[in-house]
């Protein structure tokens, strides 16, 4: 536990202190009162309350659209099943902004509903709720499909022999195996929506605005630190109070679980039901997720004289954007590549290094520690971004000028997809096998090594697809700290998104297609990376 317990403890609780000590402390005195001042204020209360009932909307609709998914995934095998699990995570790495912008043209005016049915949803709850779907359809998949493909399936099918009906075996003995995973998505896909805020601000309006949303406005637009600091603080007390009872819950559903190669659970569909069962899950994956990135790629290729290449052929210009770039564009795709790399490595160890000391479970103090690995989740990625920038400034922590403070404010993000992917797999591995490599005279890394990692192989490059992903998409903390000429490629679209004219916004959708591309492309070379053990991974 030491090295994840420094890392957190220097890039972030010391920035995330440092920020909230300057909104709340006049000229060394800490003013308390603020607290109930600001949240006596009735539009900060209609703030939290619409914060926290979309997340729960949110996080129940994706639940319910992206478990068959999972359970497809998971159980089922057809053609083009490896690039369809690529694609589907795609959206996750997209800046909010972009996102926020490919929604508005389906929902908005002048969208494709509104040609079609002259139905609206902008400015309205609904396109929130389906965008934040979007987001999250991939965390359910992957967290949860993954340790489905896992379960042997002849468990159910001896209950079935038993007189259980399917629904009822699955409910007696899959469902209760799968909980831990279930939690840590509906956790996952909770801390997402709770802290969301390009997805707000584009697609709510004026009328609905979460916390996240409300720091940035008190912060970049008001001026107003004291406020932003009372809304961080109570963002993050709300978020460590869910992960506590999260954490809880889960320990007591803990079970060792009977792993298995998933390349031996996954079967061609058979029957109507499983037929219709897929069918419907490919026309989910059409219309929610393809769909929208369609819009993208159209738009990347139109422009005022028809469909071309002249918005890629602008991205290796520097002074196409207006002055937006000291340097041409088209050197963010590099950029981003080298720092999701080296943040995912941090993220690695870091991560893996935290799930095995949890996996121990020992004492009060690392349980907590389960719970504290989630925050970087739930803090304003604003107040982090900020506090690198005021407390990471002098020796021997001056890291303002250094490359690796992106990767380290992307790893930050990064660590907890880690832990939550590698933590119920880890927590599934029957502890008498450890032991028994013991007894045979195994020392501890080498238990490790020949017991636990044959069987989370698969998780740990789960975990490694995540964190490069997430690393990929990172905006929030990254726009502050993110050098002029070396920009990433979410900072360079919100950038160009920012300036007025056609070949910035044309611009900005060519290098979100050029995110996805890669994202896409990377995740597909997961997908077929193979074990001399167990298969497919």
Same mark, same amino acid.
């Given at each position: 536990?030491a090295?994840p317990?420094?890392f957190?403890?220097?890039?972030?609780?010391?920035?995330v202190?440092a920020?909230?000590g300057?909104g709340?402390?006049?000229?060394?005195?800490?003013?308390?009162?603020?607290?109930g001042?600001?949240?006596?204020?009735?539009?900060?209360?209609?703030?939290?309350?619409?914060t926290?009932w979309?997340?729960?909307?949110?996080?129940a609709?994706t639940?319910l659209?992206?478990?068959?998914?999972?359970?497809?995934?998971?159980?089922?095998?057809?053609p083009?099943?490896?690039?369809?699990?690529?694609?589907?995570?795609?959206?996750?790495?997209?800046?909010?902004v972009?996102?926020?912008t490919?929604?508005?043209a389906?929902?908005?005016?002048?969208?494709?509903?509104?040609?079609l049915?002259?139905?609206?949803?902008?400015? $309205?709850?609904?396109?929130?709720?389906? !965008?934040h779907?979007? +987001?999250?359809?991939?965390? &359910?998949?992957? #967290? /949860?499909?993954? @340790?489905?493909s896992q379960?042997?399936?002849?468990?159910?099918?001896?209950?079935?022999?038993?007189?259980?009906?399917?629904?009822?075996?699955?409910?007696?003995?899959?469902?209760p195996?799968?909980a831990?995973?279930?939690?840590?998505a509906?956790?996952?896909?909770?801390?997402?929506?709770?802290?969301?805020?390009?997805?707000?601000?584009?697609?709510g309006?004026?009328?609905?605005?979460?916390?996240?949303?409300e720091?940035?406005?008190?912060?970049?637009?008001?001026?107003?630190?004291?406020?932003a600091?009372?809304?961080?603080?109570?963002q993050?007390?709300?978020?460590?109070?869910?992960?506590?009872v999260?954490?809880w819950?889960?320990r007591?559903?803990?079970t060792?679980l009977?792993?298995?190669?998933?390349?031996? $659970?996954?079967?061609r569909?058979?029957? !109507?039901?499983q037929? +219709?069962?897929?069918?419907? &899950?490919?026309? #989910? /994956?059409?219309? @929610?997720?393809l769909?929208?990135?369609?819009?993208?790629?159209?738009?990347s290729f139109?422009?005022?004289?028809?469909?071309?290449?002249?918005?890629?052929r602008?991205?290796q210009?520097?002074?196409?954007?207006g002055?937006?770039?000291?340097?041409?564009?088209?050197?963010?795709?590099?950029?981003?590549?080298?720092?999701?790399l080296?943040?995912?490595?941090?993220?690695?160890?870091i991560?893996?290094?935290?799930?095995?000391?949890?996996t121990?479970r020992?004492?009060?103090?690392?349980?907590?520690?389960?719970a504290?690995?989630?925050?970087?989740?739930?803090?304003?990625?604003?107040?982090?971004?900020?506090?690198?920038?005021?407390?990471?400034?002098?020796?021997?922590?001056?890291?303002?000028?250094?490359?690796?403070l992106v990767?380290?404010?992307?790893?930050?993000?990064?660590?907890? +997809?880690?832990?939550?992917?590698?933590?119920?797999?880890?927590?599934?591995?029957?502890?008498?096998?450890?032991?028994?490599a013991?007894?045979?005279?195994?020392?501890?890394?080498?238990a490790?090594?020949?017991?636990?990692l044959?069987?989370?192989?698969?998780?740990?490059?789960?975990?490694?697809?995540?964190?490069?992903?997430v690393?990929?998409?990172?905006f929030?903390?990254?726009?502050f700290?993110a050098?002029?000429?070396?920009?990433?490629?979410?900072?360079?679209?919100?950038?160009l998104l920012?300036?007025?004219?056609?070949?910035?916004?044309g611009?900005?959708?060519?290098?979100?297609?050029?995110?996805?591309?890669?994202?896409?492309?990377?995740?597909?070379l997961?997908?077929?990376?193979r074990?001399?053990?167990?298969?497919?991974?």
């Amino acid at each position: 536990m030491a090295l994840p317990v420094a890392f957190f403890a220097l890039f972030f609780a010391y920035p995330v202190v440092a920020i909230v000590g300057r909104g709340l402390r006049t000229d060394g005195v800490w003013r308390l009162g603020r607290l109930g001042q600001v949240l006596g204020r009735p539009d900060i209360l209609d703030v939290l309350w619409f914060t926290t009932w979309q997340a729960l909307a949110s996080t129940a609709l994706t639940l319910l659209i992206a478990l068959p998914g999972a359970y497809v995934f998971a159980r089922f095998d057809f053609p083009g099943k490896q690039v369809l699990r690529a694609v589907v995570t795609v959206p996750f790495v997209l800046p909010t902004v972009v996102v926020g912008t490919a929604f508005l043209a389906l929902l908005g005016r002048g969208g494709l509903l509104d040609e079609l049915w002259g139905v609206r949803l902008d400015t $309205t709850v609904w396109a929130i709720l389906l !965008a934040h779907v979007f +987001f999250n359809y991939a965390v &359910v998949v992957r #967290t /949860v499909g993954g @340790l489905w493909s896992q379960l042997d399936p002849r468990q159910e099918e001896a209950a079935r022999v038993l007189g259980a009906s399917r629904f009822g075996a699955w409910r007696r003995v899959t469902l209760p195996a799968l909980a831990p995973a279930v939690a840590a998505a509906a956790l996952m896909v909770f801390l997402f929506t709770y802290t969301s805020f390009g997805v707000v601000q584009i697609l709510g309006g004026p009328a609905y605005s979460t916390l996240e949303a409300e720091i940035y406005r008190q912060t970049a637009q008001l001026l107003d630190l004291p406020t932003a600091a009372v809304l961080t603080l109570v963002q993050f007390a709300a978020v460590g109070a869910i992960l506590a009872v999260h954490a809880w819950t889960v320990r007591r559903r803990e079970t060792a679980l009977r792993l298995v190669d998933p390349a031996g $659970t996954a079967r061609r569909p058979a029957g !109507a039901g499983q037929r +219709f069962l897929l069918g419907g &899950v490919l026309t #989910t /994956v059409l219309l @929610l997720i393809l769909l929208p990135i369609g819009v993208l790629i159209t738009r990347s290729f139109h422009g005022a004289d028809g469909f071309g290449l002249m918005f890629y052929r602008a991205l290796q210009d520097a002074g196409a954007g207006g002055g937006t770039f000291l340097v041409p564009p088209l050197e963010a795709i590099w950029n981003s590549l080298q720092y999701a790399l080296a943040a995912t490595a941090i993220a690695l160890v870091i991560g893996g290094l935290a799930a095995a000391a949890l996996t121990r479970r020992a004492g009060r103090l690392v349980r907590g520690f389960d719970a504290l690995l989630m925050l970087p989740l739930g803090v304003s990625a604003v107040t982090v971004g900020f506090g690198f920038l005021i407390t990471l400034d002098e020796p021997p922590l001056d890291l303002r000028s250094s490359w690796i403070l992106v990767p380290l404010a992307q790893a930050l993000v990064g660590v907890p +997809f880690v832990v939550r992917t590698m933590l119920p797999v880890l927590r599934a591995v029957d502890a008498r096998l450890r032991e028994a490599a013991a007894v045979l005279g195994a020392s501890p890394l080498r238990a490790w090594r020949e017991v636990d990692l044959p069987l989370v192989r698969r998780a740990v490059l789960v975990a490694a697809g995540f964190a490069f992903a997430v690393s990929l998409g990172e905006f929030g903390a990254t726009v502050f700290i993110a050098r002029p000429d070396d920009p990433t490629l979410p900072v360079a679209v919100a950038r160009l998104l920012g300036r007025p004219g056609e070949l910035n916004y044309g611009q900005a959708m060519a290098l979100s297609t050029i995110l996805m591309v890669v994202c896409a492309v990377a995740l597909l070379l997961l997908e077929r990376i193979r074990t001399d053990r167990s298969g497919e991974f």
